[in-house]
């Protein structure tokens, strides 16, 4: 190897080395990339029966948008899980505003394009307010008081699915529980944390009031022999149940135990990595006719217990759920009874 080569080899281990150093520096807290400080003010309650209208309110001695430019983040959002805080699973996640102005907001120039012919640029963000929140990264007496709006108050949990990432509800508590915030500066390197502060439960059931559920599957399903129909109405071991078809039936299928209101997905267009599915949702959609054994397994889906199990293990009323794939509260059902 040449001189030359080693040089370049040595100087690439170094900045290696140099990367990890301050990388490892920042995590164990030696650079002020921390703001510790964040203290919950208000949680807003719901406007207009909007499921997705919650609005936090917390303070911070802090100027997170001086903070964001000095760590490289863009802007900031925070994290809302059932406490203690976990990012798995989660919430809802939600941007940080100052006086209703997002972190990352600036005013920009912006150039289009139409036809292939220069169309000329234009100001973006170049208001009195957003102009305001940029010349305040100078300030540095707080406190500072942010909101964050955020998405109604359910819990989901992400799991690896054929090589991407998905989501799906899990469970919540019955009644209204605190919740765990944590800001993460968005970008970076390094960005910056901050503490972990709690929504006391007191606000969350005030917020939320009658709209909290712990409810989970479709609340209602279509009744359309034509559609979706499930023979015989009874069966038991040994014996098959079958699934005639029409037109549009959907693309997904499912299966609700009622006695133990557990759900198990058969069919799913973003199925976990551990699922055996029973067919794709496109040979399901062009099916006719389809046929489950008393001893079909299906995905426990909503819930943090997840895995293949068979279904019909009980006695009792089983609903058979074939829904669409952009909206799987909406399908065609039929009951049935299983008996030992």
Known sequence: ??????????????????????????????????????????????????????????????????????????????????????????????????????????????????????????????????????AGTTQ???????????????????????????????PLPRGPQELCVKLHGDGGPPGYVSNVFVVPKSAVATALGKHYSASLGPASWLSDARKFACSPSTFGPGQKLVLKLGRDHGALLWIHRLSDDTWFSLINDSPPDDMTVLMTPRDYYNSTRVTLGDSITGYRWYSSRSGQEKIFTTPGRYVVFSSIVDNMNKGFGCEVSFRS
């Open 140 to 170: 540095t007496k707080g406190p500072f008081f942010y909101t964050v709006n955020f998405g109604f108050y359910e819990q989901w949990l992400t799991y690896d699915s054929h090589g991407g990432i998905s989501d799906r509800r899990i």
């Open 1 to 134: 190897m040449s001189l030359r080569s080693r040089t370049l080899y040595s100087v690439a281990g170094l900045l290696l080395l140099a990367g990890v150093a301050l990388s490892a520096a920042w995590l164990l807290g030696y650079f002020p990339n921390h703001v510790d400080d964040l203290e919950f003010v208000a949680l807003r309650k719901f406007v207009d029966d909007k499921r997705d209208n919650l609005q936090l309110t917390f303070h911070s001695n802090t100027n997170l948008r001086a903070l964001g430019q000095q760590s490289g983040a863009y802007g900031a959002y925070a994290n809302f899980s059932l406490c203690p805080f976990h990012l798995n699973p989660w919430v809802s996640i939600g941007r940080v505003d100052h006086n209703g102005v997002d972190l990352a907001v600036k005013p920009s120039r912006g150039c289009t394009w139409r036809g292939g012919k220069f169309a000329g640029c234009s100001e973006i963000d170049n208001t009195p307010e957003v102009r305001a929140e940029v």
